[in-house]
């Protein structure tokens, strides 16, 4: 079973910066489009960058467009979210899994997730 191993999360003051790393074993990662998901309390898991198994086209969802930037290293099996300009309501777990490849949901289970915490 594919789970996915995020990290990189913690408390930063709004401004800020982070970058989340997701680590997948048992399954390469370079034939799948890639996404970052995050999940607020007592709010629906949403999907916030996508990132294609070729030619690495990028989506964001209107919120974090402009301050995110999703990238993958297949060679290592990683996918990375660099987060800057945090707002306190980037406040979430942060996840990563599979995205699109023709299918409603993500492939694999979730991990644990990192935790994001904006201070404003």
């Known amino acids: 079973q594919v789970q996915p191993v995020e990290s990189g999360g913690g408390l930063v003051q709004a401004g800020g910066s982070l970058r989340l790393s997701c680590a997948v074993s048992?399954?390469?990662?370079?034939?799948?489009?890639m996404g970052w998901y995050r999940q607020a309390p007592g709010k629906q898991r949403e999907l916030v960058a996508t990132i294609t198994s070729s030619l690495d086209s990028t989506k964001y969802a209107d919120s974090v467009k402009g301050r995110f930037t999703i990238s993958r290293d297949n060679a290592k099996n990683m996918v990375y979210l660099q987060m800057s300009s945090l707002k306190p309501e980037d406040t979430a777990v942060y996840y990563c899994?599979?995205?699109?490849?023709?299918?409603?949901?993500?492939?694999?289970?979730w991990g644990q997730g990192t935790q994001v915490t904006v201070s404003s």
């Open positions: 899994n599979t995205a699109g490849n023709g299918v409603s949901a993500p492939l694999w289970s």
């Open positions: 048992k399954s390469a990662i370079r034939t799948f489009n």
